[in-house]
């Protein structure tokens, strides 16, 4: 079935630089969404992108979808230690998570 | 408001044994999608429901089964219990009928086979 990649699988950063992770398919998707889960918990929802080229910000948190609706990009500016955890990309319907982007930050 | 709640939260079960998990979706949520996580691994999808249909089957195993009843709650049964079946289960539930198709996690059912 469709699925999508991430890449990098692992990111260890020093606090306060940034942070990109991509999300690959080789298909186009109808849409795409994000989640994050912090070491010992649960999965929870950041964000849905729908149109070809949308660019969302939540704070320090920029997603992207591209153009051909077949990659996306998560980047965060400037990290703080609150951003560790895993970052996962999966389209909305089928919510099948590929392996994710671990996020460690050095404070 | 109202999460998505699993139940038990801890369960310990020996080899061969069986074991039942439920979840209760987000009132008016029809979709319940069922994960396993093993230690240090990513949520692997086992399967998903619509509308009390099974609507995707991922890499769940044979020995396990589940259904959602018609007050849209669902349980995962799992037979012959083996200890590699150790390992976090979540429930997530949505509602893809609406715009936002935005899924909400349970807290997870931890597993151990011993």
């Known amino acids: 079935g469709q699925q999508v990649m991430q890449i990098p699988q692992y990111q260890h950063v020093q606090e306060g630089e940034d942070f990109t992770t991509y999300c690959n398919s080789s298909?186009?998707?109808?849409?795409i969404q994000w989640y994050k889960q912090r070491p010992g918990g649960h999965p929870v929802f950041l964000i849905q992108l729908v149109k070809s080229g949308e660019v969302k910000k939540q704070k320090r948190l920029t997603f992207q979808f591209g153009e051909a609706k077949k990659n996306s990009s998560l980047h965060i500016t400037a990290t703080q230690t609150t951003d560790v955890g895993t970052y996962f990309c999966s389209q909305a319907q089928k919510l099948v998570f590929g392996q994710g982007t671990r996020l460690t930050i050095n404070p | 408001a109202a999460g998505v709640i699993q139940s038990p939260r801890h369960l310990i079960k020996e080899k061969r044994e069986t074991a039942t998990l439920k979840c209760y979706p987000i009132?008016?949520?029809?979709?319940v999608y069922w994960y396993q996580q093993g230690p240090g691994q990513d949520p692997q999808f086992l399967i998903s429901f619509y509308e009390k249909m099974q609507s995707d089957k991922g890499s769940i195993p044979d020995r396990f089964s589940a259904q959602q009843f018609s007050d849209y709650h669902s349980e995962l049964n799992m037979s012959s219990l083996e200890l590699g079946d150790s390992a976090l289960y979540f429930c997530?539930?949505?509602?893809?009928?609406?715009?936002?198709?935005?899924?909400?996690f349970g807290q997870g059912t931890r597993l151990t086979v011993v």
């Open positions: 298909t186009t998707l109808s849409n």
């Open positions: 009132p008016r949520h029809d979709t």
């Open positions: 997530a539930s949505s509602s893809p009928g609406r715009t936002n198709t935005e899924a909400f």
